[in-house]
């Protein structure tokens, strides 16, 4: 024998799976006050039309003449020169709002009017779009720099990796996040959420459970007791329709969900949707981090409350319309691109979809531009029918500056991942103005 054998190298275990989600506290509202320290601690609503700031300057030029106000003195105009939400009129919506705010009942997509009766005091701002998305690439690049497996899911919100980074399966990800969460308040001033748990379904429930500035960790054997008592529509692709039928059955939580058979389900919502509720409701995600790759096309789609009607709901129709032309247009911006095909999708109250899309001579990343060309294409559609869903796609992407590369790749798309074999709904990750 010519000394030991060594025996074969046993592979390391892999070690579980830690995924983390993450989300910034009240995005745009927080982004203003970045700009309005004053503002801070006050209810703030996010809202309404194009930045009044010179008007605001004026007015203090007006008050205080022996002063030289200039752009580098916003952080000292008086809050009481801040226009207040009383007394507003008009159609807009709440993008956003503080958490002081919040405290007032107000939040996303409710109407101004109806918020400035619950916080008159509140101080209405209209989004910056550009130091949004200033900010968004910031606070991605400093979680780049900290955890490379890291999936971009909008403007404010991603999935990371946690598993393999150091400090990742440390008090279950509780180490890292904190460290992610310091160093992203580090860089743009702004707190975020973090929910680390073993997949993404409940990593995406978990960030909320300690907003704002929270850290949440979520383990396999906390599925009772964390996930079960909530409500069927925490979960990312349970929309609201889903969910109203769901409570039709007296199914009102996810342990009501876990609780039916599968065969029940399947029977109910179809075999696709059916199997992947009963998967969700035992916390079961077995879906990737997808790093970025190039989008060939972005899109925003949202199915109604209730189906509209061209002719008798063209006001409120218009208004969704109309956003989701401005959220394409954000996303495209928020990554810096330019499409030169714009498209809309519809789907009918008997579930039929149709598209139409139209290809212009320049590239474009303007809300404007694309809600012109969307509104054409919408005439070209059969509009007797009543729309349970609307969509708008930009196509044929290029960054600015490599004008010509087309990029290659994957279509992004802000509607969700769970199946649609049946009388679903989709879900859209962000809510929509009010309907009533
Ligand atoms: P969210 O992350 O849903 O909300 P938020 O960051 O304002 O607040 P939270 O602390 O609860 O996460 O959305 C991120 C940003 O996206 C939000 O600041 C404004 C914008 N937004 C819209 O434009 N339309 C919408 O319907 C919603 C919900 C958000
Ligand atoms: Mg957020
Ligand atoms: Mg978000």
């Not at 030029?61 to 200039?70: G, H, K, L, N, V």
Request: hydrophobic letters at 35%.
């Amino acid at each position: 024998m010519l000394g030991a054998v060594t025996p074969p190298a046993t592979p390391p275990a892999p070690l579980p799976r830690r995924i983390a989600h993450l989300d910034m506290d009240a995005f745009f509202a927080s982004v203003e006050l970045l700009r309005y320290p004053q503002l801070k601690g006050l209810p703030v609503v996010i809202g309404g039309g194009r930045r009044r700031e010179d008007d605001v300057l004026a007015r203090l030029r007006e008050a205080y003449p022996e002063r030289d106000w200039s752009d580098g003195d916003l952080s000292r105009i008086p809050v009481d020169f801040f226009p207040r939400l009383s007394g507003y009129t008009g159609r807009g919506v709440i993008t956003t709002a503080t958490y002081p705010a919040r405290q007032f009942g107000v939040g996303s997509a409710m109407g101004l009017m109806k918020a400035a009766k619950l916080c008159p005091q509140a101080i209405l701002l209209p989004v910056d779009f550009d130091e949004v998305r200033r900010i968004s690439r910031l606070f991605k690049s400093t979680i780049l720099e900290i955890a490379p497996v890291m999936e971009d899911r909008g403007v404010d919100e991603v999935y990371i990796d946690f598993t393999d980074v150091p400090g990742g399966q440390r008090e279950g990800g509780r180490v890292l996040a904190r460290l992610i969460q310091k160093s992203i308040f580090q860089a743009t001033g702004i707190t975020c959420s973090i929910g680390v748990a073993p997949n993404k379904l409940i990593a995406k429930m978990a960030s909320e459970f300690n907003k704002p500035n929270g850290i949440s960790i979520v383990w396999p054997e906390d599925l009772e007791d964390k996930i079960w008592p909530l409500p069927c529509r925490k979960v990312n692709g349970v929309g609201p329709k889903a969910d109203e039928k769901l409570q039709g059955y007296g199914i009102h939580t996810i342990g009501e969900l876990a609780a039916r058979e599968p065969g029940w389900l399947i029977e109910h919502f179809g075999k696709s949707y059916g199997h992947w509720l009963h998967e969700v409701s035992w916390g079961r995600d077995q879906r990737p981090v997808v790093t970025e790759s190039e989008p060939v096309s972005m899109s925003r789609e949202t199915t109604f409350e209730r189906d509209l009607h061209a002719v008798r709901d063209r006001a409120e129709l218009g208004a969704v319309f109309t956003r989701l032309c401005e959220q394409v247009a954000g996303d495209l911006n928020a990554k810096g691109y330019a499409g030169k095909t714009i498209g809309i999708k519809l789907r009918y109250d008997n579930f039929q979809s149709v598209t139409r899309d139209v290809t212009i001579e320049t590239h474009t990343a303007d809300a404007a531009t694309i809600r012109r060309q969307a509104g054409l294409c919408l005439k070209r559609v059969d509009l007797s029918r009543r729309i349970r869903l609307l969509g708008v796609r930009v196509g044929k992407l290029v960054k600015p500056g490599t004008e010509g590369e087309e990029a290659s790749g994957y279509s992004e798309s802000h509607s969700t991942r769970p199946p649609k074999d049946k009388a679903t709904d989709e879900h859209t990750d962000l809510l929509f103005p009010e309907l009533d």
